[in-house]
T-cell receptor
Framework: AQSVAQPEDQVNVAEGNPLTVKCTYS??????LFWYVQYPNRGLQFLLK??????LVKGSYGFEAEFNKSQTSFHLKKPSALVSDSALYFC??????????????FGQGTTLQVKP | GAGVSQTPSNKVTEKGKYVELRCDPI?????LYWYRQSLGQGPEFLIY????????DSGLPNDRFFAVRPEGSVSTLKIQRTERGDSAVYLC????????????????FGAGSRLTVL
């Protein structure tokens, strides 16, 4: 079965420090991977995606993610965290049986708390 | 419009009642998706439309749930005989038409409709 796991419910980091939000996946075939962020009372916002090519993907707001096929991981990273990065982050994988659609399987989410 | 608009933002109803949730996607986006997000969980796929037709409704939990998109733009998610377990945030998203690798998978989400069934 296809799935996405985010092993940490919450990640705490001090402002200015690097941050990592972890994601592992299980999918048949080549994975199409995504990160979305959700601020309170706002819709999910797209951060970045991996389809093919370079394993390091750069996205919005200075975020990047590293695709690691052998470890089936797609961790989200940022070199220097901001207080405004505090939000709920979701990793997702495209349902491989859905064709080229936006039918995604989401992880349960990780709350990022950046403290001043 | 500039973004995906969902109404109402909040809906409180009683068990057994009928509910309609509306989604107005980004103009020109032919693909429209409904997801459901329960407390503490990630969004779960319900149904998606390509144009007017439901291309995949495999995520609808049972026959109390139904969605339409009669003119290929606005969509309505309909829930009959609501149950307390239906309480969740219902998210709508849209994207450019499927089949285009560069943009097809990037979804733009609305702020959601929070449904509470008492």
């Amino acid at each position: 079965a296809q799935s996405v796991a985010q092993p940490e419910d919450q990640v705490n980091v001090a402002e200015g420090n690097p941050l990592t939000v972890k994601c592992t996946y299980s999918v048949s075939g080549n994975p199409y991977l995504f990160w979305y962020v959700q601020y309170p009372n706002r819709g999910l916002q797209f951060l970045l995606k991996y389809i093919t090519g370079d394993n390091l993907v750069k996205g919005s707001y200075g975020f990047e993610a590293e695709f690691n096929k052998s470890q089936t991981s797609f961790h989200l990273k940022k070199p220097s965290a901001l207080v405004s990065d505090s939000a709920l982050y979701f990793c997702a994988v495209r349902d491989s049986g859905s064709g080229n659609t936006g039918k995604l399987i989401f992880g349960q989410g990780t709350t990022l708390q950046v403290k001043p | 419009g500039a973004g995906v608009s969902q109404t109402p933002s909040n809906k409180v109803t009683e068990k057994g009642k009928y509910v309609e949730l509306r989604c107005d996607p980004i103009s020109g986006h032919t693909a429209l998706y409904w997801y459901r997000q329960s407390l503490g969980q990630g969004p779960e796929f319900l149904i998606y439309f390509q144009g007017t037709g439901a291309a995949d409704d495999s995520g609808l939990p049972n026959d109390r749930f139904f969605a339409v998109r009669p003119e290929g733009s606005v969509s309505t998610l309909k829930i009959q005989r609501t149950e307390r377990g239906d309480s969740a945030v219902y998210l709508c998203a849209s994207s450019p038409r499927t089949g285009l690798l560069s943009g097809a998978n990037v979804l733009t989400f609305g702020a959601g409709s929070r449904l509470t069934v008492l």
